[in-house]
């Protein structure tokens, strides 16, 4: 069975770095890309960048470069997504998901259960 | 960028009711267009993908037709379960892009 569980819950200050996880099971974690959606409260999905961790290769949305990066450790089958230095407007839910093939002109067929991240003073 | 547009944003329909949600691409996208639902508080899960090809287990009240720039996610008839927001995906390259989302509720 496919699975992808994220790490807890987080409440950052503004300023902090963070580093948020996303473990790969039930299928070759190596083969297939992983990316992250952003849902900001109340708001709607946005694609912020996917992962190939057969090979890191790593795409992002041009409204997230820069912002944060997205690794992988294919050693242990998990994708990361992380900030330098958090803003107040990065509290969201994040999800990671795995497109369904080894290209990057999939959908997200699998998706992780979210990860909150708050970011208050 | 290839920007995607849903409509309406929101609609109110009944019970049995037939339901159509758009979705436009800025550009031509050909098939690469996946319909995802989202219900309150629970994570995306995905619909349909090619355009028109239903994910394995989902409802066959559930369909999507379109190609090129303009597409299209019906529901024969309305259940109480399919309260949600819906949205539209394009996938064809890498940025990928969401449309903002319609949200369905029962009048």
């Known amino acids: 069975e496919v699975q992808l569980v994220q790490s807890g819950a987080e409440v950052k200050k503004p300023g902090e770095s963070l580093k948020i996880s996303c473990k790969g099971s039930g299928y070759s974690f190596t083969s297939y890309w992983i990316g992250w959606v952003r849902q900001m409260p109340g708001k709607g999905l946005e694609w912020m960048g996917i992962i190939y961790p057969g090979d890191s290769d790593t795409r992002y949305s041009p409204s997230f470069q820069g912002q944060v990066t997205i690794s992988a450790d294919k050693s242990i089958s998990t994708a990361y997504l992380q900030w330098s230095s958090l803003k107040a407007s990065d509290t969201a839910m994040y999800y990671c998901a795995r497109l369904s093939g080894s290209y990057y002109t999939s959908p997200f067929d699998y998706w992780g259960q979210g990860t909150l991240v708050t970011v208050s003073s | 960028d290839i920007q995607m547009t849903q409509s309406p944003s929101s609609l109110s329909a009944s019970v049995g009711d037939r339901v159509t949600i758009t979705c436009r691409a800025s550009?031509?996208?050909?098939?690469?267009l996946a319909w995802y639902q989202q219900k309150p508080g629970k994570v995306p899960k995905l619909l349909i993908y090619?355009?028109?090809t239903l994910q394995s287990g989902v409802p066959s009240r559930f369909s999507g037709s379109g190609s090129g720039t303009d597409f299209t996610l019906t529901i024969s008839s309305l259940q109480p379960e399919d309260v949600a927001t819906y949205y539209c995906q394009k996938y064809n390259s890498a940025p990928q892009a969401f449309g903002q989302g319609t949200k369905v509720e029962i009048k």
């Open positions: 090619a355009a028109s």
């Open positions: 550009q031509g996208i050909s098939n690469y």
